[in-house]
């Protein structure tokens, strides 16, 4: 089955190889940036670079026009293939359908082992019937059924191999602001050299780096790469004695955006802009660590003579060809009108990469806006817009899981809240985002761990959001953030407004689910122990399912204790003594105990969101309930309810409560209303436990 398909690829490549070679010196090697298109060697094989155990049936590599077509190219890696092919003895959908499954799966090694890669081919053949995919980072694309047994199908599938000999390397999908210096042993990468897009050689400045910190490893999403780099050309080959000393993280990501650049309010470089104008300086007086940004925008690249925005509309040639000849191959976005059967799009995006959530309702309508005249029909690729963005920034960091004691776990977290307060009260920045993945650990000079709050792709401005609700816009339903993290508020999609408790209930996820997994480097609980525990749940079975899971643990202090406190892998120190009535700013008598700091963090957290006794019986649990009416209650200070050993209302409080047959109250919705007040609470408890683990260590 292999064979027949391999021979008809070898026989174009011999074709063009021939015709090229007439028209240059077949001693250059190249000509004109052009490739022979040559399948693997092997057949059914697992490719060396490969971290998983699937074998692929041919990979395509592009090679010098002066190669022989017969070279043994054996195993090629996933690292130079330029698009995989599956095939299937069956000639009927099903057969279409398991090879596209299977491409599905090879994609993402694509994307991890490529660092330049911005979109990825793949070819389908079942039985005589040829298709050609192309994986862009929100959906897949499929061309018409290319029969290979006629000779119209055979005429259409050469012109997409002698189209792919012949483009240029962005067709491909390689980023051509991307280089590997072979001299050098090291990647070249362009970024803005100012504030803004790519668009002249002047604005262009260029960044070094041997290490990728974070791969893109899946088939849809932002598909983020976070590159360590130096601006400074090294001068000799990098190697283990003369290794390159990274002072930058470049992030590379395809981030949902507006077509109007100057328009796009949750654009990552314009928060993080803010964040520099108006932190900077108060950085070291607050004592938080925030990320700096040295340059960032779009990216571009030239083609034909001229710069081009690198985005999906680009990608997909919004119906027109990608290729610059139309009489040279149908562009991807042609794949997807001829066979929109095939496409997975954005509405699968939660089942594909169901720990990536993020469907920006509002930008979708902006971008419809901006794409579509009245009364036209919108498709996909008008609603959902990305734009491929570089960042480069400082300082560097570690990942979350680095941390080597619960005082440095306590402290990173408790740091990052610090930080969180600070973008919404000094920035008017609410990230909404909170995740294992954006948060850094970064160790100063004397080894003590700090923690930066990263990544603000989905963040909003918190002023822009109430003028546009004050001029009477339409609130959406909306979904950000990563799961198992995201509040149940955010993961029903609720229309209650997304506040920055939304963003503390997602810490406090964090919190409960590394203390439950092992917040210390090696000494963690493999994922089937981790699965046995009630808070495995959180990423298990439906959305439906999640959040009634969440909803049970929460609801409730005895709930939270006996569902998720219970099971912490508690291995920190042990203290001479615990003191449960310890004050803001105090100490405990003794050396304090790693463990019960973490256990209290965490119920302190979640009594001040789901059972603050400051606030009416209507902001208290997870569910909806008869409304109460409170006609008196003490004004307690926090530190002072906190003290309260029952976890019920006091007797002469309930006195003062009566309740009636009123109208079912959402209590998300009361405490959203209340959302300054309870915030300031909750930033009063992460200073008091940031001092005592920032003692710890």
């Given at each position: 089955?292999?064979?027949?398909?391999?021979?008809?690829?070898?026989?174009?490549?011999?074709?063009?190889?021939?015709?090229?070679?007439?028209?240059?010196?077949?001693?250059?090697?190249?000509?004109?940036?052009?490739?022979?298109?040559?399948?693997?060697?092997?057949?059914?094989?697992?490719?060396?670079?490969?971290?998983?155990?699937?074998?692929?049936?041919?990979?395509?590599?592009?090679?010098?026009?002066?190669?022989?077509?017969?070279?043994?190219?054996?195993?090629?890696?996933?690292?130079?293939?330029?698009?995989?092919?599956?095939?299937?003895?069956?000639?009927?959908?099903?057969?279409?359908?398991?090879?596209?499954?299977?491409?599905?799966?090879?994609?993402?090694?694509?994307?991890?082992?490529?660092?330049?890669?911005?979109?990825?081919?793949?070819?389908?053949?079942?039985?005589?019937?040829?298709?050609?995919?192309?994986?862009?980072?929100?959906?897949?694309?499929?061309?018409?059924?290319?029969?290979?047994?006629?000779?119209?199908?055979?005429?259409?599938?050469?012109?997409?191999?002698?189209?792919?000999?012949?483009?240029?390397?962005?067709?491909?999908?390689?980023?051509?602001?991307?280089?590997?210096?072979?001299?050098?042993?090291?990647?070249?990468?362009?970024?803005?050299?100012?504030?803004?897009?790519?668009?002249?050689?002047?604005?262009?400045?260029?960044?070094?780096?041997?290490?990728?910190?974070?791969?893109?490893?899946?088939?849809?999403g932002r598909h983020t790469r976070c590159f360590l780099a130096t601006d400074i050309r090294p001068t000799a080959v990098i190697s283990d004695n003369n290794p390159l000393r990274p002072k930058f993280v470049i992030k590379d990501s395809w981030a949902f955006s507006k077509r109007n650049a100057s328009m796009d309010t949750r654009d990552e470089v314009r928060s993080l802009e803010k964040v520099k104008a108006r932190l900077l300086e108060k950085a070291?007086?607050?004592?938080?660590?925030?990320?700096?940004?040295?340059?960032?925008?779009?990216?571009?690249?030239?083609?034909?003579?001229?710069?081009?925005?690198?985005?999906?509309?680009?990608?997909?040639?919004?119906?027109?060809?990608?290729?610059?000849?139309?009489?040279?191959?149908?562009?991807?976005?042609?794949?997807?009108?001829?066979?929109?059967?095939?496409?997975?799009?954005?509405?699968?995006?939660?089942?594909?990469?169901?720990?990536?959530?993020?469907?920006?309702?509002?930008?979708?309508?902006?971008?419809?806006?901006?794409?579509?005249?009245?009364?036209?029909?919108?498709?996909?690729?008008?609603?959902?817009?990305?734009?491929?963005?570089?960042?480069?920034?400082?300082?560097?960091?570690?990942?979350?899981?680095?941390?080597?004691?619960?005082?440095?776990?306590?402290?990173?977290?408790?740091?990052?809240?610090?930080?969180?307060s600070a973008f919404v009260n000094d920035c008017s920045i609410l990230h909404r985002d909170i995740s294992p993945n954006n948060i850094l650990v970064f160790r100063r000079d004397d080894g003590i761990a700090r923690g930066m709050l990263i990544d603000l792709d989905c963040a909003i401005d918190i002023d822009q959001e109430k003028r546009e609700k004050q001029e009477g816009r339409e609130k959406r339903k909306e979904m950000t953030g990563t799961l198992p993290y995201m509040s149940i508020n955010n993961l029903s999609g609720s229309l209650v407004e997304h506040t920055s408790l939304d963003d503390w209930e997602s810490m406090l996820c964090v919190i409960c689910w590394f203390a439950t997994l092992g917040t210390i480097s090696g000494k963690r609980r493999g994922d089937e122990e981790l699965a046995r525990c009630p808070i495995g749940k959180w990423r298990q079975g439906s959305t439906d399912e999640m959040i009634a899971a969440?909803?049970?643990?929460?609801?409730?202090?005895?709930?939270?204790?006996?569902?998720?406190?219970?099971?912490?892998?508690?291995?920190?120190?042990?203290?001479?003594?615990?003191?449960?009535?310890?004050?803001?700013?105090?100490?405990?008598?003794?050396?304090?105990d790693e463990n019960e700091l973490l256990k209290r963090l965490a119920i302190s957290i979640h009594k001040c969101l789901f059972q603050n006794r400051r606030l009416s019986p209507d902001c208290h649990g997870t569910f909806e309930k008869p409304k109460h009416v409170e006609l008196e209650r003490r004004d307690l200070s926090f530190e002072e309810l906190e003290e309260l050993e029952s976890d019920e209302l006091e007797s002469d409080e309930l006195d003062g409560l009566i309740s009636e047959s009123l109208p079912m109250v959402n209590p998300f919705k009361e405490r959203a209303e209340k959302c300054e007040t309870i915030s300031k609470q909750l930033l009063e408890i992460v200073d008091k436990y940031w001092k005592q683990a920032m003692a710890l260590q």
């Open positions: 089955m292999y064979g027949p398909i391999g021979a008809f690829i070898k026989y174009v490549a011999l074709v063009v190889k021939e015709k090229l070679t007439s028209l240059t010196d077949p001693s250059s090697g190249n000509s004109r940036g052009c490739r022979l298109v040559l399948p693997s060697t092997n057949s059914d094989y697992n490719p060396p670079d490969a971290d998983d155990t699937m074998r692929i049936d041919i990979g395509l590599v592009g090679a010098r026009i002066n190669s022989p077509v017969e070279a043994n190219n054996g195993r090629v890696l996933y690292y130079k293939v330029i698009a995989v092919l599956e095939a299937k003895r069956r000639g009927d959908d099903d057969g279409f359908r398991d090879a596209f499954e299977q491409l599905d799966i090879y994609t993402r090694q694509m994307y991890q082992q490529q660092h330049n890669l911005r979109f990825a081919w793949g070819i389908t053949v079942s039985g005589t019937h040829v298709r050609v995919c192309l994986f862009g980072p929100d959906r897949a694309k499929s061309s018409r059924l290319m029969d290979i047994s006629k000779p119209e199908g055979r005429r259409a599938f050469i012109k997409v191999l002698v189209h792919w000999s012949l483009c240029e390397e962005s067709q491909l999908g390689r980023d051509p602001t991307m280089e590997y210096l072979r001299d050098l042993k090291c990647w070249q990468i362009a970024c803005p050299d100012e504030a803004g897009s790519m668009g002249k050689g002047a604005d262009v400045k260029y960044y070094y780096f041997t290490t990728v910190s974070c791969q893109a490893d899946r088939l849809f070291a007086e607050q004592d938080i660590i925030i990320p700096k940004i040295e340059v960032g925008g779009r990216a571009s690249f030239l083609r034909n003579g001229g710069w081009v925005e690198d985005n999906t509309d680009t990608l997909y040639g919004r119906g027109k060809l990608v290729a610059d000849k139309a009489d040279t191959v149908r562009g991807p976005g042609e794949l997807a009108e001829d066979n929109a059967g095939t496409v997975h799009g954005q509405g699968e995006l939660a089942d594909n990469n169901a720990d990536d959530v993020n469907e920006l309702s509002e930008l979708a309508e902006d971008n419809a806006d901006d794409a579509n005249k009245p009364g036209e029909v919108r498709s996909d690729d008008d609603l959902y817009f990305r734009a491929h963005h570089r960042i480069v920034m400082e300082p560097i960091g570690e990942p979350l899981r680095s941390t080597t004691s619960v005082a440095e776990f306590v402290t990173v977290v408790c740091d990052v809240m610090r930080c969180h969440k909803q049970s643990t929460f609801d409730s202090c005895n709930s939270f204790q006996n569902l998720i406190v219970r099971h912490f892998k508690l291995e920190g120190v042990a203290g001479s003594t615990s003191d449960k009535n310890d004050k803001i700013g105090g100490g405990t008598v003794g050396k304090p």
